[in-house]
């Protein structure tokens, strides 16, 4: 089968940064370009993070445009706690030779009906569909079937913009959710660092500093031993549907809640009656998930060494 063309929407952050390379790597997608939201970090620095990691993977040839600097309602809300000051924080990075697309993030997503991959805040994607954007999917990274990460029932990406989500599950376009349930299943354990490193290439060196870093983050946060590495699992889902495993269901999220503004409600068990307009992500195989993003990382290496 041909590549499956995608649009990456994110907010580079360590998690996109390896969707990133997952995404180059893999023979089963094609990355068409790459836009990038508020949201790990402000627009500035998630832009300047994306053309660094397309630099260091020496993917000159795809675009990178910006898009929204903020929600669709209320201030932004970044994470330099989890990802630095910088959202992309430990190994240098090399200085971006990757251009900036003049045009604006959701003119991109809008350009040409290929499946949108989100791993941010859904902000750019809630502005593409104003635009008449017709994907045949969306996937995206976000929200949870269970606790959040920002709020007691909260998850980050959904809580800097919940109004977007909502616009999007509005759409009707054929749509993913790839939560913390699933992510949480995708820890980079101290034998997945070592395989990166062990790869022998300047890039796995650095996907591993990127992993010690975050982990550094979670460890002191949370108390893992193992960071969940989110973004990459939206990705898996297209590259093989029998690593990332789905059920249908209704999925809305709340807006007005005094404590669960934010939260993402996946009726699994049909209790609402309502029918169901989503795919929520529920079950990784989790070794088969770390074989595809190694020999990604090693793709890329070889390529752009």
């Not at 929600?71 to 090399?94: F, K, N, R």
């Not at 946060?221 to 549907?241: K, N, S």
């Amino acid at each position: 089968m041909p590549p499956l063309p995608i649009v990456l929407d994110c907010d580079p952050g360590h998690d996109d940064a390896i969707a990133i390379l997952l995404a180059l790597g893999s023979p089963a997608l094609e990355l068409r370009a790459v836009t990038t939201v508020a949201g790990n970090g402000t627009l500035e620095r998630t832009t300047e993070n994306a053309r660094r990691v397309l630099t260091l993977a020496g993917a000159h040839a795809v675009p990178v445009a910006a898009g929204a600097a903020g929600p669709l309602h209320g201030p932004l809300v970044t994470a330099p706690d989890i990802h630095g000051e910088s959202g992309l924080d430990g190994p240098e990075l090399p200085e971006a030779t990757v251009p900036l697309d003049p045009r604006p993030a959701a003119e991109v997503l809008a350009a040409e009906p290929v499946t949108l991959v989100a791993t941010g805040p859904l902000t750019n994607v809630a502005h593409a569909l104003e635009l008449g954007a017709q994907p045949p999917e969306i996937v995206w990274m976000g929200g949870s079937t269970d606790r959040g990460n920002t709020r007691p029932y909260a998850e980050f990406n959904a809580a800097v913009d919940p109004e977007a989500l909502a616009r999007v599950l509005e759409s009707g376009v054929p749509f993913t959710m790839v939560g913390l349930n699933l992510t949480h299943q995708a820890r980079a354990t101290p034998d997945v660092v070592k395989r990166l490193r062990a790869l022998g290439e300047p890039l796995g060196a650095t996907v591993a500093g990127w992993l010690d870093f975050f982990g550094a983050t979670y460890r002191a946060h949370y108390g893992a031993a193992a960071p969940p590495v989110h973004d990459p699992c939206a990705l898996a889902r297209l590259i093989d549907p029998s690593v990332v495993r789905c059920e249908e269901c209704f999925l809305a999220i709340e807006l007005d809640g005094r404590w669960t503004r934010a939260a993402t409600v996946a009726d699994l068990d049909g209790r609402l009656g309502a029918p169901a307009n989503a795919q929520v992500a529920t079950q990784l195989d989790a070794p088969r998930f770390w074989d595809l993003v190694v020999d990604a990382v090693a793709a890329v290496a070889a390529r752009s060494g």
